[in-house]
Antibody, heavy 119, light 110 residues
Framework: EVQLVESGGGLVQPGGSLRLSCVGSGFIFRSYEMNWVRQAPGKGLEWIAYISGSDNSIYYADSVKGRFTISRDNAKNSLFLQLNSLRADDTALYYCAREMGGSTTLDYWGQGTLVTVSS | QSALTQPASVSGSPGQSITISCTGTSSDLGSYNLVSWYQQHPGRAPKLMFY???KRPSGVSSRFSASKSGNTASLTISGLRAEDEADYYC??????????FGNGTRVTVL
């Protein structure tokens, strides 16, 4: 069974930093492209970052480019998101999502980890 | 890129059919047959309902169907049931390995 489990969220002050993690199981992690998607409270879904299986391709949404960094450690079946220069509008539930093999589709999602940016 | 446009809410009585529209542009939804739909119940992660416009993952009820024409995609729920009450999001590939989501539609079963 495919599982994705995020962690690392919490309360942080504006301008602060946080590192989110996502551990995958039930599939060959290194073979899959991975993404981060966030959802502000009561709002819709927003894609924010993509990384290829071998991490040689990385893309970001304009809203986080230059502040967030996506990375992965295939030996530990782990995906990461480093969040820097956090702002109040970064407050959201952050999901990691697997990209379906052979299709540009997010097929499995974790339960999310909540990041709250507030003083 | 701007979010895809969905109606904020759609409602129907049990047993009825409803359709949710999702409108994009020629740069995203109109350029790729890479439209997906997600169902999200309160407090839960999104669940994939359709991919590549109309492909249904195993386990998704055949009461759900999806299609696309031009810059607009649609999700239809037939034989509406109480458990279908949820938020639904469309999503399109937007090029350069990025995704564009719709703003979401709240489905209410009357």
């Amino acid at each position: 069974e495919v599982q994705l489990v995020e962690s690392g969220g919490g309360l942080v002050q504006p301008g602060g930093s946080l590192r989110l993690s996502c551990v995958g199981s039930g599939f060959i992690f290194r073979s899959y492209e991975m993404n981060w998607v966030r959802q502000a409270p009561g709002k819709g879904l927003e894609w924010i970052a993509y990384i290829s299986g071998s991490d040689n391709s990385i893309y970001y949404a304009d809203s986080v480019k230059g502040r967030f960094t996506i990375s992965r450690d295939n030996a530990k079946n782990s995906l990461f998101l480093q969040l820097n220069s956090l702002r109040a509008d970064d407050t959201a539930l952050y999901y990691c999502a697997r990209e379906m093999g052979g299709s540009t589709t997010l097929d499995y999602w974790g339960q999310g980890t909540l990041v709250t940016v507030s003083s | 890129q701007s979010a895809l446009t969905q109606p904020a809410s759609v409602s129907g009585s049990p047993g009825q059919s409803i359709t949710i529209s999702c409108t994009g542009t020629s740069s995203d939804l109109g350029s790729y047959n890479l439209v997906s739909w997600y169902q999200q119940h309160p407090g839960r992660a999104p669940k994939l309902m359709f991919y590549e416009v109309s492909k249904r993952p195993s386990g998704v009820s055949s009461r759900f169907s999806a299609s696309k024409s031009g810059n607009t995609a649609s999700l239809t729920i037939s034989g509406l049931r109480a458990e279908d009450e949820a938020d639904y999001y469309c999503c399109s590939y937007g090029g350069s390995s990025n995704y564009v989501f719709g703003n979401g539609t709240r489905v209410t079963v009357l």
